[in-house]
């Protein structure tokens, strides 16, 4: 695994990070496919029609069904899903956060219930690496504590220390598996989460500690979880100056296209989000101007595409009259092509961001998004 800077502009920077099934350009959105699939009824090739880079799946769902052994067996996520481009798991840090019920967190792990059926489940950071390393991601994220705000700051620090020592052993762990002959995927590698609520002191503490570990890269976790937009931008402006210069960062669950132009102006390489997938089932769609409902009667007869300039498969066939027609007969079809939209939208905004930082104009593509915006 390597991180190469190619461009620079003020904090954003534009990337290339090397994996073992292929190159992240970056700054990158990555397509969330929890259970190996995305919600709304797209395929693999579907998403490489649409220009996904990486697939983002999920540890804990993953595990509770189909199982990480079953996975492993038919080829990791890889072979699982018939997808050759890379791969990031999560832990399940935050799935055990804000789906589990009667969770118990303690030094050696999290005792949780199943939110499908209740059975109880013991995940330990050790545990967590060895389910990722079955699925054979080439992202493994560590095992962490995910803490709600508004928090109290005694109990975030001890979390912060907690969450320090489940990465070390979290790089233990993979350290090992990564050496074993019949490994998934020998190159993956693990990216460390910064944790500390809106606690400035925290935050920065946390990732000096956890820089240490020299990962391959580091992540921004423990936002969007009821902190105001303003206080995670001032995290972000506190934080991410005191980030590794040399390792891809990465600000998870977080992801308006607002967010991720300024995500990118304050140095963010990655980011995910199921927000352009959710909408998209709601007939919710992104472009240039904001956000389209589609569910609108005043699209009842509108005869155009979602977005004249798009480029997508579902604005080069369909009208807005026709998708509408497809959400309110609540036919199937609908969510796919919603979602299908929404997904190249988020794709192609990074690549515009990419391309305008390699040309040294991102300064005045933010200024531009803005202004569509605001005219609309």
Known sequence: ????????????????????????????????????????????????????????????????????????????????????????????????????????????????????????IFMSPEDSMRIQSALG???????????????????????????????????AELDRLNRLEDTVNRGQCLFGINQGAVFKDLRLGHMERIAELDLPGYAVGGLAVGESTEEMYEILDTLVPHMPADKPRYLMGVGTPENIVEGVYRGIDFFDCVMPARNGRHGRMYTSEGVLNLKNEKYAMDGRPIEESCGCPVCARYSRAYLRHLFKAEEVLALRLGVMHNLWYYNKLMEDIRQALEEGRFEAFRREFYAKRSQA
Not at 78 to 103: C, E, V
């Open 1 to 120: 695994m390597s991180f190469k800077l190619l461009k620079t502009e003020n904090r954003a920077r534009r990337g290339c990070f090397e994996t073992p099934h292929g190159q992240i350009q970056t700054p990158v959105f990555m397509n969330v496919g929890t259970q190996a699939a995305i919600k709304g009824g797209l395929s693999s090739e579907d998403l490489e029609r649409i220009g996904c880079q990486v697939e983002l799946s999920n540890t804990y769902h993953l595990h509770l069904r189909p199982g990480e052994q079953t996975v492993r067996r038919l080829g990791g996520l890889h072979g699982f899903m018939d997808w050759n481009r890379p791969i990031l798991t999560d832990s399940g840090g935050f799935q055990i956060y804000s789906l589990a019920k009667l969770r118990k967190i303690k030094e050696e792990g999290v005792y949780f219930s199943s939110h499908i059926d209740g059975r109880k």
């Open 137 to 171: 991601s080439d992202i493994a994220m560590a095992f962490d504590e995910c803490v709600g705000i508004p928090a109290e700051y005694s109990y975030t620090a001890e979390s912060c220390g907690r969450t320090l020592r489940w990465l070390a052993r979290c790089k």
